[in-house]
């Protein structure tokens, strides 16, 4: 599942590639929003790169969103606090 509701937000499955030319949100692959990072997998960098992607894109801090699961990998479930389906879809497209 692409999205999902919870009490406090959303549940984003998200499939992230580093080291890509530039950073932008780059479709759906595998029932996650495909996302593609200039920065590399080290330190967190891409990590970091990720959540300020989808913190401007959806208007919402840094702070309200964070990485459940997959930190160290490419599959990943981001928690965003204060949202719904519909504005993360909206935001977020081609969801």
């Known amino acids: 599942?692409?999205?999902?509701e919870t009490p406090g937000g959303v549940?984003?499955?998200v499939r992230v590639i580093p080291r890509a030319k530039k950073t932008e949100i780059a479709g759906a692959r595998d029932d996650?929003?495909?996302?593609r990072v200039?920065?590399?997998p080290v330190e967190g960098a891409a990590n970091d790169a990720?959540?300020?992607?989808?913190?401007d894109r959806l208007g919402?801090?840094?702070?309200?969103i964070r990485i459940v699961s997959g930190e160290r990998g490419r599959h990943k479930r981001v928690a965003i606090a204060a949202v719904t389906v519909t504005l993360v879809r909206?935001?977020?497209s081609p969801l």
Do not use: Q, T
Not at 32 to 35: G, N, P, R, Y
Not at 50 to 55: C, E, G, I, Y
Not at 60 to 64: E, F, G, I
């Open 1 to 4: 599942m692409l999205c999902s």
């Open 11 to 13: 549940i984003l499955s």
């Open 32 to 35: 996650a929003l495909l996302v």
């Open 38 to 40: 200039a920065a590399p």
């Open 50 to 55: 990720l959540v300020d992607l989808l913190a």
């Open 60 to 64: 919402v801090p840094r702070s309200a």
């Open 90 to 92: 909206d935001k977020l």
